[in-house]
């Protein structure tokens, strides 16, 4: 059935109505099918090319082989450490501290955001020393907190928490604040109090804004991480970057680098997927 049929039957019943606006959006949805197929067959190209052209260039001695490796040299020391079983400890030790940074940085930082909102002369005694700490290097204060929890997993999280948390306090609370005050005293006029306010209107009004600092929060918290295991851990892939680097064998370092991008992709379309599920129940 043509689009112009479809159309002329719009004007004798509701059906065609109906039928008009199914036939649109199933046309909608095959573009964006193929679009998103375009986009995608255009990255593996881009992903395949640049790693074709790493390979010629190692060996055709355009890159020194020491310093950048090669695509081949890297797989094929990744593939017998997994076999031996040593990169899955290191992978599954560096996750396991990233997902606990980027889950208890959230929670807290969108926890202390929602304790502020709740009290406006909290939120004025707090606000410079809010300031101050985001503009800290948050990564110096690392031997900190080696000293006082240990060398150990507790100040590797110390570290990512010291990262993720303010700025989600900062961004979730700027978040809090601007969402409409006519929405704010609709509910007031029918009885609603501030903790109604809140569930009903502020939070459900910034869940956008909380996955955006999710997707901020995935970089922040490998960051932590990374620094954390670089100054103490004696497993995990800040571990094998930095003892890569003393025997110099880059093979590893950029190995493991390209480990920790692929899973901090993974962890960013999770967010990402998490974002489709809000937005859906809205």
Not at 19 to 31: G, H, N, T
Not at 216 to 222: C, R, S, Y
């Amino acid at each position: 059935m043509s689009i112009q049929s479809i159309f002329d039957e719009t004007r004798e019943s509701p059906a065609g109505t109906k039928a008009l606006a199914e036939q649109v959006l199933s046309d909608y949805r095959a573009r964006e099918r193929r679009t998103a197929m375009a986009v995608r067959g255009v990255q593996l190209i881009l992903l395949v090319a640049f790693m074709g052209l790493w390979e010629l260039a190692s060996r055709l001695k355009w890159i020194d082989n020491l310093l950048f490796s090669s695509p081949s040299r890297i797989f094929k020391l990744l593939y017998a450490k997994w076999m031996d079983g040593s990169l899955v400890v290191h992978i599954g030790v560096t996750l396991w501290e990233t997902v606990i940074g980027f889950v208890l940085g959230t929670v807290f930082g969108t926890l202390v955001a929602a304790i502020i909102w709740f009290s406006p002369f909290l939120s004025r005694v707090l606000d410079p020393y809010i300031v101050v700490l985001n503009s800290l290097p948050k990564v110096a204060l690392g031997p900190l907190f080696i000293v006082a929890l240990g060398p150990g997993m507790l100040s590797i999280i110390a570290t990512t928490l010291s990262i993720t948390v303010i700025i989600t306090i900062l961004v979730v609370y700027n978040s809090f604040r601007e969402v409409d005050a006519n929405l704010l005293k609709i509910v007031r006029i029918f009885g609603g109090g501030r903790t109604v306010v809140f569930r009903k209107v502020v939070l459900p009004a910034s869940y956008p804004t909380i996955v955006s600092t999710l997707k901020v929060n995935v970089g922040l918290a490998w960051v932590g991480v990374i620094v954390g295991e670089f100054l103490v851990s004696k497993q995990g892939l800040g571990y094998l970057i930095i003892y890569g680097f003393q025997v110099f064998n880059f093979s590893l370092v950029i190995g493991s680098v390209l480990i920790i991008a692929v899973a901090a992709a993974v962890m960013y379309q999770l967010v990402a997927f998490l974002e489709g599920k809000l937005i859906e129940k809205k």
